[in-house]
């Protein structure tokens, strides 16, 4: 087997597998919006705001009561599901799309919130290199990206983010934030070590971070 087809048939088995989690409820769905996004909420004038890796919808509900229009995707079909039944009962006119964030997805093109809570994290270099394009596609000028992501650690090989992933998106981004500490866990113990971080679009080449 060559190493494209071993790439590619890891790519389907590790598709199959996220969602298969969502026949249940996943750990990293927790219900519950996590208060760096709230603070950035109650501190940000509402405007359009895409979930990327929404799962079933939480962050979006979040987002739209605070006056956001929103749009979300996610790769898992099950989560898309439950996350447009979410909004209906919710009487939300969000949209939720089932795609690949390192396709050529087209939610739209002037975005003025991105939200990332653990989806770039777990993509390959390729991948990853999609979804930086992507992004500089869908994020207006003076709009903001709010990730959250694993940091990548001596002991994992292409899991988590890099230095070289930040140097990536100074490209086209400015860091206005950065908090690196353990995950939180549901059962309060330590987890992966992570990092926020609040990023916004320019149109110049002056980078900061």
Known sequence: MSTLQGSALNKINRRFRYNLCYFGRPPWDTGISPPELIEYLQNTTPGKALDVGCGTGTNLLTMASYGWDVVGFDLA??????????LLKAGVKGRVLYGDVSAA???GTDFDLILDIGCYHGLSP????NYRRNLARWLKP???????AHLKTASTALYGLSEADFDGFSEFLNCHWRVDSPERRPDGGGGNPASWT???RRESTTRGC
């Open 105 to 107: 997805l087209q939610p």
């Open 198 to 200: 609040l990023f916004e």
């Open 77 to 86: 079909w099950i989560s898309v599901l439950k996350a447009r039944i979410k």
């Open 142 to 148: 003076g709009g903001n990206y709010l990730l959250y």
């Open 126 to 129: 390729q991948e990853r290199a």
